[in-house]
């Protein structure tokens, strides 16, 4: 299973525009890559997922390299409800024994 | 209308006492979850099931027994608490194995 690496905090303020950077050096051929927000007192929130190249919804940015051992979360403009801890995931979409691994995610600060 | 809830928000008990939390999900998806976050906050996975059969086991204790009667719903029973079962807990559930996962609000359990 593939292990990743986050920052364990960043800082930021209104407006700005966040990158969330995720190691995954040992990704596997069919693994895929997700992103989750979980508030304080709350459950994970799905963001976005990815398998290559580039994914944009109406929340969110995720870029991948074409070797896949990293992916970026990237947050345009963000505010101060954007504060909460982000999980990156790696694992399979379907198919066999499959788990998804959260990590210690990271804990993104946001300042007015 | 929420898709997935949660029974009770809170739980407190004393040690050696045998409770239950209740899951249920009105999306209908195959696959659902448990998940045990801990005082650090590390969110691991306990259990997956999927059209009600078992699939996922990690190294949880045998005191923790899951029962799925349905498709919407897979309950989680645990016997002999101990002061170590203090977390909360999270079901969730997703159209597929691996796929995106919706979660519940949780369930903090307080051993006494």
């Known amino acids: 299973l593939a292990k990743t690496t986050q920052p364990i905090s960043m800082d930021s303020y209104e407006g700005q525009e966040v990158n969330i950077t995720c190691s995954h050096n040992?990704?596997?051929?069919?693994?895929?890559i997700t992103w989750y927000q979980q508030f304080p007192s709350q459950g994970p929130r799905f963001i976005i997922q990815g398998y290559k190249t580039k994914v944009t919804n109406e929340v969110a940015s995720l870029f991948i390299p074409a070797d896949r051992k990293s992916s970026t979360l990237s947050l345009p403009r963000v505010s101060l409800s954007d504060t909460a801890v982000y999980y990156c995931l790696v694992g399979p979409i379907s198919g066999g024994y499959n788990k998804l691994i959260f990590g210690a995610g990271t804990r993104l600060a946001v300042h007015p | 209308d929420t898709a997935v809830s949660q029974t009770p928000k809170y739980l407190v008990t004393q040690m050696g006492n045998d409770k239950s939390i209740k899951c249920e999900q009105n999306?209908?998806?195959?696959?659902m979850y448990w998940y045990k976050q801990d005082s650090k906050k590390f969110l691991k996975i306990m259990f997956s099931?999927?059209?009600?059969?078992?699939?996922i086991n990690e190294t949880v204790p045998n005191r923790f027994s899951p029962k799925s009667p349905d498709k919407a719903h897979l309950n989680l029973h645990i016997n002999s608490l101990e002061l170590g079962d203090s977390a909360v807990y999270f079901c969730?559930?997703?159209?597929?194995?691996?796929?995106?996962?919706?979660f519940g609000p949780g369930t903090r359990l307080t051993v006494t």
């Open positions: 040992n990704i596997a051929t069919n693994d895929y």
């Open positions: 969730a559930s997703s159209p597929e194995t691996g796929g995106e996962q919706y």
């Open positions: 099931y999927n059209n009600k059969e078992l699939i």
């Open positions: 999306l209908g998806h195959d696959t």
